[in-house]
């Protein structure tokens, strides 16, 4: 299992397993934070799709206006 996610990763770094290895290590922890993050942005946006903003007036100026 370990040889496809290497190989699918990229070819091999080097003629030497334990480099290989090292490089397929760094390559997985930054494939997993271009998940990690291209999934929190999805998350914000369907969360926030079709927010109706705030249109009404703010109270506390309507009230200050009447006391002046």
């Known amino acids: 299992m370990w040889r496809i996610w ?3 990763l990229g070819s091999k770094a ?3 397993d334990k480099t290989s ?3 397929a290590i760094v390559r997985t922890i930054i494939f997993l934070s271009y998940l990690i993050t291209n999934s929190i942005i999805c998350i914000g946006v369907i969360r926030h799709y079709n ?3 705030n249109t009404r007036p703010n109270n ?3 009230q200050s206006s009447k006391l002046l």
Do not use: E, M, R
Request: proline residues 7%; aromatic residues 0%; negative net charge.
């Open 60 to 62: 506390s100026l309507v």
């Open 14 to 16: 080097s003629s030497c």
């Open 51 to 53: 927010d109706i903003p």
């Open 6 to 8: 290497c190989l699918s």
């Open 21 to 23: 290895d090292v490089v």
